[in-house]
Nanobody, 127 residues
Framework: VQLQASGGGLVQAGDSLRLSCLFSGHSFSNYHMAWLRQAPGKEHELVAAIGWSGRSKTYADALKGRFTISRDNSKNTMYLQMNSLKPEDTANYYC?????????????????????RGQGTQVTVSS
């Protein structure tokens, strides 16, 4: 499995960005997906996760309402729509895939072992 994130950039506070994660090497619809981020000097954190069908979604509490995760299985692509960006959203955003997730706290399972992880795309938000 290979993952390629794109769509990052330098924006001003209040702007929007849409990130994309292109999946290849296996059947995309067999995988649960997630966006994570890591800021300089900080631990990585879960941004959002989405189930294989797109029906199940989970978000970091602090990001609910501003970020929206989605996927298009026909295009082997996952998306992250980010609105009302803040300087504290500055980080390297990367995507990850898991073929199986636990029943409980399934989103947080992407913080542990994953089947694949992309290089990430840098998002920088200026004030």
């Amino acid at each position: 499995v290979q993952l390629q994130a794109s769509g990052g950039g330098l924006v001003q506070a209040g702007d929007s960005l849409r990130l994309s994660c292109l999946f290849s090497g296996h059947s995309f619809s067999n995988y649960h997906m997630a966006w994570l981020r890591q800021a300089p000097g900080k631990e990585h954190e879960l941004v959002a996760a989405i189930g294989w069908s797109g029906r199940s979604k989970t978000y970091a509490d602090a990001l609910k309402g501003r970020f929206t995760i989605s996927r298009d299985n026909s295009k082997n692509t996952m998306y992250l729509q980010m609105n009302s960006l803040k300087p504290e959203d500055t980080a390297n955003y990367y995507c990850a895939a898991r073929s199986q997730v636990p029943t409980k706290n399934w989103g947080l399972s992407f913080m542990d072992e994953v089947d694949a992880r992309g290089q990430g795309t840098q998002v920088t938000v200026s004030s």
